[in-house]
């Protein structure tokens, strides 16, 4: 299948179309990583008509196609907020989908949110629901389950992650690019955490391009697939600004990150 964008320098390429049938172009057991920010179903434009059953479905066949791609051990860090909309919750949907597909759960983390994303609206004036202060990142990892390295310690070692002043200040600019935006700091996080410097990673609900964005900064090779056109587009552009400032907007502490030994777990 021919990229929509690709940047052979850094490795950087964007597939246009549904990433069910894009990955089985992929090669078997090739992905590092896998994090991603898929839809939760909550009406937004690109969701019409996306009920709990047609989100339940989307999961479930995302995840048993992208298990093919990844190697063994690889892990798997997916972003996703929770509802009241439906009965049934976001977090037995996950579980259900990507254990039900073989898949190994490793651990759930949530971030916490800064008050400037969390979806302030008329309506939450006149009721008691709160505003999503936080998101769920849940990590599924391919068997076998060996032993892991630890890369990054000042965020395994947690269970709430937020962004650091420094970190939101570099990204509040790329926000605005896509309805359900995320900061680049958040598939920053995991790339730091499950990933070394040159592996391939891969988003299968790419948007914007901020996971792309993430693999550039952290001197990853990155594969993003959008079945939205007009994303790609905006994630191709995105991306050669990136390119052309030469990671002037690295994030922070990256140097470190990139240079501390790994060391396996005993």
Partial sequence: MEPYWHNEEHGLTIYHG?????????????????????????????EHGLDWDGLWDLIDETSSTLYECMKPSAFCMVNFG???????????????????NSWIMHSRRIWHKPIALCG??????NNTVPVGEWENIWTFRKPPNE????RCRQLTTHGVWQPTDAENAKDNNTLSKHVAAFPCYVPTWGIKCWSDVGDTVLDPFSGSGTTLAACYRMERQGI??????????????????????????????????????????E
């Fill in 18 to 46: 549904d990433n069910k049938e894009v990955m089985w172009d992929i090669d078997t057991d090739s992905i590092d990583f896998c994090v991603t920010s898929p839809p939760y179903a909550q009406g937004l434009e690109y």
């Fill in 82 to 100: 929770e509802t009241t909309k439906y009965e049934r919750t976001m977090a037995e949907l996950y579980n259900g989908a990507f254990v039900g």
């Fill in 120 to 125: 302030f609206s008329p309506a939450g004036i």
């Fill in 147 to 150: 032993k892991e390295k630890f």
């Fill in 224 to 265: 993003g697939i959008e079945i939205n056109e007009q994303y790609c587009e905006i994630a191709a552009n995105r991306l050669e600004k990136e390119i052309a400032q030469c990671r002037m907007f690295s994030p922070v502490e990256v140097s470190a990150a990139q240079t501390q030994t790994s060391m396996e777990v």
